[in-house]
């Protein structure tokens, strides 16, 4: 027979434990890799593994029976009380904040640990290393300070790797004058990092010429770029400026560069060589001091092995090349954007929306957004016009959003069903709930109690929700 021993709780309660669990649990939490601190329900030090003491410096045998304060600076104390009196109370489920200690960033979880009774029996404090996270962070807001663009520029939002590694290329290039090449997908949002590189360079006081190459019809390609003498076609009764006389001292922005023309190719590797313009009909050369930014959605390499493209114009354009990568690989930027398009919205609209439901959050992160940006935009438009409260919920997303999370995501969990397939209201809320959970339950990395916060229920009712879905 296994032996127990009788421990009597803050509240009073006489509690039997096996006498040998204490030390195996001791042995996995002084494993982990995370900082873990156990205060009782008097704030009382009762535990710090050797992860903690290393990221705190200090001696786990010197605080323990200490108030939970000690551990924390002198001016915290008040604070400390106050969180771990919250705790307590019910009236917070968790705090999370991060913290500097010598040089290195630590995010700090607080949760409340309670008998299965509904006790407090006190507050567990989890330490995490956010260093990296944070100086990305950090190194991400300080390159948009440098460039004036603050957190956001003409609806470009992104704090991902990514972006940042966009920022950092466009914060080397705004000053220079050399040629850029920005490749992407459509909707990514190539035209927002010309006009960043633009604004961030010394033509800045002049507007950026921009020109669609895919919207020119052929026959004007030449005369819209380029310009005409007066008499050089029937119609032509005066001269006229090409738009790279326009963009002289500034900058031009050629959009979906792969689709010009051939004759418009030669014409403007002239340009980028001589730094001249010849306008249809004339012979006069021009002078102009261009800079040139390019963009395409094409494989340019590839449409030169096809003939289609100069090989020239090509490596003339491709001094330097900016990609631009799609929504779909950078996922830590969705709900950001969609937040910043609400707030747009919103005002514009004059609707009283401000967040998103924990349901059409999981439904925006699953979707792949074959559209970029772009169709996150048009998403979260049609989202706000169609709200009749203050967030958006799954059913005022698109209807491929919900098909594309009920077809594909968790396909073998019991209790899915397929949103497109006919069903009543009441199944479809469910799995809209069961969804939500699923969600909640990834991004807190299966910790129910944090899970529980995300949703803004008690950890009683989602294990409840929880055992429900296990039956169906």
Known sequence: MLPFRNVNSSYGETVSIRADIPSFYQAILESMGEGIIFADA?????????????????????????????IHSPNSADRIDTLLENLKNGSISHSRRVIEVK?????????????????????LLVSRDVTEKQRLKEENQALRENMNLGSRFDGFVGASTAMLKVFRTINVVAPLDSTVLITGESGTGKEL????????????????????????????????????GRGAFTGA?????????????????????????????AKLLRILQDKVVVRLGSEKQIKVDVRIIAATNQNLKMRVAQGRFREDLFYRLNVISIQVPPLRERSEDILPLAEFFISRFAQSMTKPVVGIS???RSLLLSHDYPGNVRELENAIERSVALSQGTS???????????????????????GATSIGSTC???HARDNFEQLA???????????????????????????????????K
Not at 461 to 471: E, F, G, H, V, Y
Request: aromatic content about 8%; charged content about 20%; overall charge neutral.
């Open 42 to 70: 008097n704030g009382i030090l009762v535990f710090i593994n050797n992860t903690a003491e290393k990221i705190r410096g200090i001696t786990a045998a010197n605080f323990i029976g200490r108030n939970l304060s000690a």
């Open 103 to 123: 040089g290195k960033y630590f995010e700090n979880s607080y949760y409340p640990i309670r008998h299965p009774g509904g006790s407090f029996l006190g507050t």
């Open 193 to 228: 990092v010309a006009a960043a590189i633009h604004k961030n360079s010394k033509r800045s006081l002049k507007q950026m010429i921009t020109v669609n190459c895919a919207a020119l019809p052929e026959n004007l390609v030449e005369s819209e770029l380029f310009g005409y």
């Open 237 to 265: 009764v005066a001269s006229h400026r090409g738009k790279f006389e326009q963009a002289d001292g500034s900058t031009i922005f050629l959009d979906e560069i792969g689709d010009l023309p051939a004759n418009a190719q």
């Open 358 to 360: 924990e349901g059409a």
């Open 392 to 414: 958006i919920d799954p059913q005022d997303l698109p209807s491929d959003f919900v098909a594309a999370k009920s077809n594909g995501d968790q396909p073998g969990h019991p």
């Open 424 to 426: 009543d209201l009441s």
């Open 437 to 471: 959970i699923l969600d909640a339950l990834t991004r807190s990395n299966g910790r129910k109690a944090e899970a529980a916060a995300l949703l803004n229920i008690s950890r009683k009712t989602l294990w409840q929700k929880m055992k429900q879905m296990d039956k």
